[in-house]
T-cell receptor, first 114, second 119 residues
Framework: KAGVTQTPRYLIKTRGQQVTLSCSPI?????VSWYQQTPGQGLQFLFE???????NKGNFPGRFSGRQFSNSRSEMNVSTLELGDSALYLC?????????????FGSGTQLSVL | AQSVAQPEDQVNVAEGNPLTVKCTYS??????LFWYVQYPNRGLQFLLK??????LVKGSYGFEAEFNKSQTSFHLKKPSALVSDSALYFC?????????????????FGKGTKLSVIP
């Protein structure tokens, strides 16, 4: 079974641009979560989707948005990029979106904003 | 609100010695607790979890963790460290229960502890 796949692996953008990151969960997994990882802040929760519905959102500005498609694939979008958005963005999936389930993580998208 | 603290940014241990990576948590109700490991330029890999039952949980690669409710701790341990165990370790918590609200879908992580095993 293929793992969680995130594309692209690396991205370089300039301030003010927008970016879209993609995540394909493990086949059959219905929940997808997104996290931002930086050296100073660690892992911070962005949002979680289950069956195309956003169930929870972290404390990020409205420039950060996401969606989930009917095949459970998910995208996140960051508009008007800032230097501080440079980070590793991790996607994770779980089968039924239940709170006792472990998450399966992708390798992440490394975003650099210049 | 749920939170996790990993008091040590870095832990150094000699190969063959026992290792402990500390974690304390805070939740309103009962916790679901997890440990993950991250190798350079990779995503996180699941090690083990505590849901209910025995306080000592055994996981992957010889790791185990002990749940202590009175001390709200969930320390990660291994009897004999290997050089290949060198990595970044994250503790995480969710609040259990159907009435925990939307926040329970969020897995809250500690800031991570860098483990270095010295040959």
């Amino acid at each position: 079974k293929a793992g969680v796949t995130q594309t692209p692996r690396y991205l370089i953008k300039t301030r003010g641009q927008q970016v879209t990151l993609s995540c394909s969960p493990i086949s059959g997994h219905r929940s997808v979560s997104w996290y931002q990882q930086t050296p100073g802040q660690g892992l911070q929760f962005l949002f979680e989707y289950f069956s195309e519905t956003q169930r929870n959102k972290g404390n990020f500005p409205g420039r950060f948005s996401g969606r989930q498609f009917s095949n459970s694939r998910s995208e996140m979008n960051v508009s008007t990029l800032e230097l501080g958005d440079s980070a590793l963005y991790l996607c994770a999936s779980s089968p039924r979106g239940e709170t006792n389930e472990k998450l399966f993580f992708g390798s992440g998208t490394q975003l650099s904003v210049l | 609100a749920q939170s996790v603290a990993q008091p040590e940014d870095q832990v150094n241990v000699a190969e063959g010695n026992p290792l402990t990576v500390k974690c304390t948590y805070s939740v309103s109700g009962n916790p679901y607790l997890f440990w993950y490991v991250q190798y350079p330029n990779r995503g996180l890999q699941f090690l083990l979890k505590y849901i209910t039952g025995d306080n000592l949980v055994k996981g992957s690669y010889g790791f185990e963790a002990e749940f202590n409710k009175s001390q709200t701790s969930f320390h990660l341990k291994k009897p004999s460290a290997l050089v290949s165990d060198s990595a970044l370790y994250f503790c995480a918590v969710r609040e259990s229960g159907r009435n925990s609200g939307a926040g329970s879908y969020q897995l809250t992580f500690g800031k991570g502890t860098k483990l270095s095993v010295i040959p």
